[in-house]
T-cell receptor, first 113, second 116 residues
Framework: QKEVEQNSGPLSVPEGAIASLNCTYSDRGSQSFFWYRQYSGKSPELIMFIYSNGDKEDGRFTAQLNKASQYVSLLIRDSQPSDSATYLCAVSAFSGGYNKLIFGAGTRLAVHP | KAGVTQTPRYLIKTRGQQVTLSCSPISGHRSVSWYQQTPGQGLQFLFEYFSETQRNKGNFPGRFSGRQFSNSRSEMNVSTLELGDSALYLC???????????????FGPGTRLTVT
């Protein structure tokens, strides 16, 4: 079982719709959760991080964390064609004094006009 | 505040050669992590350095090594290059301390290595 799992997509949504990206993780000790956006040929860009159960909103982005279900999601409201990218979920667990970040394989999002 | 910088941005090497890549973290960040990204394998963790010490290592052969200097700048070296080492090499910096928070990683633009 992969440590961080994401649906590879592509997830296709129309412009203006809500895009919902999901991620599950296997380590119950995970404490920090991150979403990165990566455009083709570019490096990943951190767009959201969340540490506590519940929702965290930043502009059009909302991260949702449910530690009991080992599930973290990213909602993008009013999706724009410029949101078309690969979204990487990353999970960090603090173990033995160190923090290690594990990345999922990413979900490709395509927003069509 | 300046972001993470990586040099060189592009590199072409032949099999058997070695290569050294450089990464300068965000000012104040003491942790530098290195990743390899290929279309087939995604983002693979190589190693992490904090205060000049390697504190995490991924599942890569010993040909891949790194180090960190007292100013937090880091280098990674790949010896005896193989065709399969062609990839985008990314470094990411973070504060790197604390059980919660301070571990957000910020990526540099990457070095695209092509091995022929």
């Amino acid at each position: 079982q992969k440590e961080v799992e994401q649906n590879s997509g592509p997830l296709s949504v129309p412009e203006g719709a809500i895009a919902s990206l999901n991620c599950t993780y296997s380590d119950r000790g995970s404490q920090s959760f991150f979403w990165y956006r990566q455009y083709s040929g570019k490096s990943p860009e951190l767009i959201m991080f969340i540490y506590s159960n519940g929702d965290k909103e930043d502009g059009r982005f909302t991260a949702q964390l449910n530690k009991a279900s080992q599930y973290v999601s990213l909602l993008i409201r009013d999706s724009q064609p410029s949101d078309s990218a690969t979204y990487l979920c990353a999970v960090s667990a603090f173990s033995g004094g160190y923090n290690k970040l594990i990345f999922g394989a990413g979900t490709r999002l395509a927003v069509h006009p | 505040k300046a972001g993470v910088t990586q040099t060189p941005r592009y590199l072409i090497k032949t099999r058997g050669q070695q290569v050294t890549l450089s990464c300068s973290p965000i000012s104040g960040h003491r942790s530098v992590s290195w990743y390899q990204q290929t279309p087939g394998q995604g983002l693979q963790f190589l190693f992490e350095y904090f205060s000049e010490t390697q504190r995490n290592k991924g599942n890569f052969p010993g040909r891949f090594s790194g180090r960190q200097f007292s100013n937090s700048r880091s280098e990674m070296n790949v010896s005896t290059l193989e065709l399969g080492d062609s990839a985008l090499y990314l470094c990411a910096s973070s504060l790197g301390r604390g059980a919660m928070g301070g571990h957000e990683q910020y990526f540099g633009p990457g070095t695209r290595l092509t091995v022929t």
